[in-house]
Structures are given as C-alpha cells and as structure tokens.
C-alpha cells in the first residue's frame, strides 16, 4: 500500500505510518481482519460470515441470519431459512452469491438471485429458473388466461381430447382439457404445467 501523500509504500493499514503524515486515514473504510478499504461505498464487516460486505451494517441494512448462514438485506427479515442457501451460483449470471456484492433477492420458492437479474429476468419469465414454481403473485395472469380459453372455440377435433398435465406449482399430476399453450392445474389452478402426456382418446372428466 502507498500513502498519496509521501508516497511511502508500507503495510496495509487504515492510517499512514509516516510520523510527518500524522495518522493520515488511508481510507474512509478499513477492515483489518479482510485487509480490505474503500473509499466511495458504504462496507460493513459481518464477523459471521467473515467478509466485507457493501452495505451500511447489520442492523441498519443487513441482518445476518444464522440459519441461512450468510447476510440478507433487512427487507428479507421474514425469509424461508435454508441452510448455506447463499452458497450457490445466481442462476442468471452465474456469480457466487455468497461472495457476491451486489443485493440479492430471495424468490417464494426459496431459490435466490441478484436482484439486477431477477428484474431483467423477470421481464420475460415468471416461473424460477432453478425449480419452475411461479415467481410472484399470478392470480390476475391466471385470470386472464380463463377469461382467453373461455372466449375461445376450439376446432371440434381438439374439443373432448385431454391432456395429462404436471403443476410446476403443486407437484400434482392431472388432466387439463386440450391446449395448444394453456394448461390449468385442477387443484391450484395454476397454469404453470407441463404437458407429460396427449390423450387421444375422449376427456372422461369434465375439466
Ligand atoms: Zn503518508
Ligand atoms: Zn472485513
Ligand atoms: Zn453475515
Ligand atoms: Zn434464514
Ligand atoms: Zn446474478
Ligand atoms: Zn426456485
Ligand atoms: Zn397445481
């Protein structure tokens, strides 16, 4: 490290150790544990987790959760603890997001990504990327997709086929009246399904 002011290169350490420097601070933020300074952001030390990390500290902006093992932004306070959830890569960008700076965000289903990523991938997609479960809220989605299949009229050879469906959602195996696109699960009433199975032959239940 090199003091900017006589330029005297010595151990890292928060202030100058030339006597004429006075105590200059070399940094605004020093931790002595990471060897780590920055002078522009906020950086706090989590003794649990061991690392530097952006933030204005535990208590104000982060929590560190002792079960997940790693530090949440204070908004995920109510979170599904899983342990070392952090030690995984963000699904999106692949970064480690334990080691990682940039905020996270937890998802329903309990699977995290960068909360960068998870508003880019969100725009497109809404089921996680890892387990399929649905990111948010669907009901007003779902909602319009009844009111599409309802106004629509199939061809007369699709109308009595079924097709044997799997609820990304529940985990239920079941059958939804033939779609191209939409399938809604009979116990949810998701239509985040997958089609595992077409039927040919005629819909013995009415759904
Ligand atoms: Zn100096
Ligand atoms: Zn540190
Ligand atoms: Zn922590
Ligand atoms: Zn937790
Ligand atoms: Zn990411
Ligand atoms: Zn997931
Ligand atoms: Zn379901």
């Known amino acids: 490290m090199m003091c900017m002011q006589c330029l005297n290169v010595q151990p890292v350490g928060p202030n100058c150790q030339t006597p004429s420097c006075n105590g200059l601070s070399m940094a605004k933020y020093y931790c002595s544990i990471c060897k780590f ?20 500290g535990l208590g104000n902006d982060f929590f560190h959760c002792m079960k997940c093992n790693c530090c949440l932004g204070i908004k995920m306070i109510e979170h599904r603890c899983r342990e070392k959830m952090l ?12 080691t990682s700076s940039a905020p996270v965000k937890g998802l329903p289903c309990g699977h995290f990504m960068h909360s960068a990523c998870f508003q880019a991938y969100t725009c497109t997609h809404y089921t996680c990327p890892i387990c399929c479960k649905s990111l948010g809220d669907m009901t007003v989605y779902f909602g319009m997709l009844d009111g599409l299949l309802a106004a629509e ?9 079924c097709q044997d469906i799997l609820c990304n959602d529940c985990e239920r195996k079941g059958r939804s009246r033939f779609h191209w696109l939409y399938h809604k699960c009979g116990f949810c009433g998701s239509y985040n399904t997958r089609v595992i199975k077409t039927d040919t032959v005629e819909c013995s239940t009415s759904n």
């Not at 649990?48 to 952006?54: D, E, G, I, M, T």
């Open 153 to 161: 009229q199939l061809p007369e050879e699709y109308r009595d086929r």
């Open 37 to 56: 300074f920055d002078d522009e952001r906020s950086v706090y030390h989590c003794p649990f987790c061991n690392l530097c990390r952006l933030g204005n």
């Open 87 to 98: 030690e995984m890569n963000c699904p999106i960008c692949c970064d480690f997001l334990f």
